[in-house]
């Protein structure tokens, strides 16, 4: 198996999809990676380590595949209980950081 196809097939099976292979002006490889749809597009630095590069991969993959998820995910609709005990909290006790108001 070709180098390019186990990047590719690290890369789809942690949903996203791999564009290319681009090459910088100082020779340094990056994959190109990208969210089906185009959401999320990330380049990752190859190293010259096939192992760690696609582990890399996969990585950075997973990332921008969870991102994209928490992104596009449907609002909140309740809150639970710890969170809205926070909001209580945070309202009763006056911060520190907040300006007061003076005329």
């Given at each position: 198996?070709?180098?390019?196809?186990?990047?590719?097939?690290?890369?789809?099976?942690?949903?996203?999809?791999?564009?290319?292979?681009m090459r910088g002006p100082r020779g340094a490889e990056r994959l190109v990676i990208q969210?089906?749809?185009?959401?999320?597009?990330?380049e990752v630095p190859l190293r010259g380590d096939l192992d760690k590069d696609i582990q890399a991969a996969a990585t950075?993959?997973?990332?921008?595949?969870?991102?994209?998820?928490r992104l596009t995910a449907a609002p909140a609709r309740n809150l639970s209980a710890p969170a809205i005990t926070a909001i209580q909290t945070e309202n009763l006790m006056p911060s520190a950081s907040r300006p007061k108001n003076r005329p």
């Open positions: 198996m070709a180098n390019v196809e186990q990047f590719e097939k690290v890369v789809t099976e942690a949903g996203a999809v791999a564009i290319r292979i969210t089906p749809g185009g959401l999320i597009t990330r950075s993959a997973r990332e921008i595949v969870d991102g994209a998820k």
